[in-house]
Each structure stands twice: as C-alpha cells, then as structure tokens.
C-alpha cells in the first residue's frame, strides 16, 4: 500500500479529535529544550551549569535538585560572602576574631 493510503486509512480509524491540535504550556530551558514544568528547566539549566559530576556525570541531576531544593539556604550562604567581600573591602574588621591564613586557606580561628 502506497505511503499516502496507510496513512490516510490510520487517520480514519483514529477518527477525527485526535487529529485537533492543542493548547500547551511548556518551559524553554537555556539549550532550547522544552520542559512540562519550570522546575524541570531549571533543573536542566543547573545541570547544565554544573557540567559532569561524578564518575560518568551520573550524580549531575542529583546535585542540581539539590541545589534547587535548598535555594534560599544557598543565596543566604553567598550572600553572608558577599557581606564579608564588602567589609573586608572597606576595611571593617572584628577586632575579637582573628583567623591564622595559610596559601589562601583558613587554618586557624580564634576569638
């Protein structure tokens, strides 16, 4: 049967309201694949961002729920940085604590 006619024939035997098309809402991540849900996309673009983790990049998906998961925990954490980059610029300092710092790395604090 020629390609036309056996698609003609599954056409009718479908019937007509599966041939409608239809509304749907969909998430475009940064690679331009679509997504059912924001959260997937931007689980995608995590991902994305976070490259290969573990031995075969099996661990990537995990780590970026993660990171989505704890979000607000996350931007407080960079965001105390941020404070401290800004103080330790302007040259505020807690005279009470003081820190032993070893090829840029932190071995000592005392207060």
Not at 105 to 111: D, F, M, Q, R, Y
Request: glycine letters at 8%.
């Amino acid at each position: 049967m020629h390609l036309l006619a056996k698609l003609v024939h599954l056409l009718r035997l479908r019937g007509s309201e599966s041939l409608m098309a239809t509304e749907c809402i969909a998430y475009r991540d940064s690679r331009g694949e679509l997504h059912a849900t924001a959260e997937r996309a931007t689980l995608a673009d995590l991902a994305s961002v976070l490259g290969r983790v573990g031995e075969d990049g099996g661990m990537t998906n995990g780590v970026a729920k993660l990171i989505f998961d704890r979000r607000d925990d996350i931007e407080r954490v960079f965001a105390e940085h941020d404070a401290i980059l800004v103080n330790a610029s302007a040259g505020e300092r807690n005279p009470d604590v003081t820190a032993e710092i070893d090829n840029d790395k932190v071995v000592e604090i005392s207060a």
